[in-house]
């Protein structure tokens, strides 16, 4: 049982956080197939390891911050101006190449739909503040930390002169669907592809 009669302290996060790397991972479910290039565990969880230990890439601990109850990392996030997303998506690529080489290629031209939906995917505006991802530990859900690192994220934006804040939501989870909507995040459009069907979701901050 996590107590949290401390407060929630949200962080910078480090590049060495295992939880860290293994949380923004878990945020992207399927999609992380396609970027790893594998659907293999232990080359899934040890590319993902490597963008969040390195830099410039999407994923980096660059980009994000960890919610610790009582020093234990419980939640992450990442965010980032949709810009500064743009402009990182080329890096990410090369990072991803570079760590997977032919089996990153062999895997995209056996799963070219998978590929294409990545590549066209246009998730913000570039007037937003971007959500790229959210998780946290399952034994913390119900303690509120998915709220309190949104509500971070927000002042992040709120900081950076931005007054709208976006994200992106697969259709067939409910649950997360139901938190961003109840805290002021509404549907500004769908984003349909072969491979996935996602809600794109804004709030006004201000």
Same mark, same amino acid.
């Given at each position: ?19 860290? #790397?293994? !949380? ?7 999609? #992380?197939?396609? !970027?790893?290039? @594998?659907?293999?565990? @232990?080359?899934? @969880? +040890? ?15 660059? %980009? ?15 965010? %980032? ?17 570079? %760590?997977?080489?032919? +089996? ?9 739909? @998978? ?5 066209? !995917? ?9 959500? +790229? ?23 992040? #934006?709120? !900081?950076? +002169? ?32 072969? #491979?996935?069907?996602? %809600? ?7």
């Amino acid at each position: 049982m996590i107590s949290v009669e401390n407060a929630t302290t949200i962080l910078k996060a480090d590049a060495r956080s295992v939880i860290g #790397a293994r !949380l923004n991972q878990m945020a992207l479910e399927y999609m #992380a197939y396609t !970027l790893a290039g @594998s659907e293999k565990k @232990s080359v899934v @969880s +040890g590319t993902f390891r490597k963008l969040w230990k390195g830099s410039e890439n999407r994923f980096s601990h660059q %980009y994000a911050f960890e919610a610790r109850v009582n020093g234990q990392t419980l939640g992450i996030i990442t965010c %980032y101006p949709v810009r500064v997303l743009r402009r990182l998506a080329w890096p990410t690529f090369e990072q991803l190449l570079a %760590y997977r080489k032919w +089996g990153l290629i062999g895997y995209s031209l056996r799963h070219v739909t @998978s590929l294409y939906s990545m590549i066209t !995917l246009k998730e913000g505006e570039d007037d937003e503040f971007h959500i +790229g991802t959210i998780a946290s530990l399952p034994k913390s859900r119900g303690l509120g930390i998915g709220s309190r690192l949104l509500a971070f994220a927000e002042k992040q #934006a709120i !900081l950076q +002169g931005f007054i709208k804040c976006s994200l992106t939501v697969k259709k067939e989870n409910e649950l997360a669907f139901k938190l961003y909507n109840r805290i002021g995040y509404q549907i500004a459009g769908e984003i349909n592809k072969p #491979a996935f069907s996602l %809600y794109r979701m804004v709030k006004v901050l201000v």
